[in-house]
C-alpha cells in the first residue's frame, strides 16, 4: 500500500508565507510527477503546481511567480513554497503522487497509480 501525508496548512494574513510538504511511502518502484492540488468551497479542484523526477515544473497562471515547487527524489518528498498569499488561495490544498507499482513478476508488470493525501487546510485572511 501507499500513503501519502501531508503537513505545513495553517492560518496567515495577506501576504505571508506558508510551506506545505508532502511525503509519500509504502511500497512501490518508483514516483513519477508529484503535485499540488487545492479546492476552495464550492469549486472543483484544480491543479496548482506539479514537478517531474527531472524537476520539471508546471504552475498555474494564478501562482506563477508567487509559488515554488520542490521535490527530494531520495525521500519521496515534495514541497509548496507558497509567498505573497492572497486570500483567494484559501482553499483545502492537497498533495498528489503518481506512483509505479509492480503488478506481476513480468519484466514490463508494471503500473501507474494516482495516490492523494488527506488534505491541509491553508487559510489566508484579508
Known amino acids: 500500500q501507499v500513503q501519502v501525508t501531508e503537513s505545513g496548512g495553517g492560518l496567515v494574513q495577506a501576504g505571508g508565507s506558508l510551506r506545505l510538504s508532502c511525503v509519500a511511502s509504502g511500497s512501490f518502484e518508483s514516483i513519477n510527477t508529484m503535485g499540488w492540488y487545492r479546492q476552495a468551497p464550492g469549486k472543483q479542484r484544480e491543479l496548482v503546481a506539479a514537478?517531474?523526477?527531472?524537476?520539471?515544473?508546471n504552475y498555474t497562471d494564478s501562482v506563477k511567480g508567487r509559488f515554488a515547487i520542490s521535490r527530494d527524489n531520495a525521500r519521496n518528498t515534495v514541497n509548496l513554497h507558497m509567498n505573497s498569499l492572497k486570500p483567494e488561495d484559501t482553499a483545502v490544498y492537497y498533495c498528489?503522487?503518481?506512483?509505479?507499482?509492480?503488478?506481476?513478476?513480468?519484466?514490463?508488470?508494471?503500473?501507474?497509480?494516482?495516490?492523494w493525501g488527506q488534505g491541509t487546510q491553508v487559510t489566508v485572511s484579508s
Open positions: 498528489n503522487a503518481n506512483v509505479k507499482r509492480r503488478i506481476g513478476f513480468g519484466l514490463y508488470d508494471f503500473r501507474t497509480y494516482d495516490y
Open positions: 514537478i517531474t523526477t527531472s524537476a520539471g515544473t
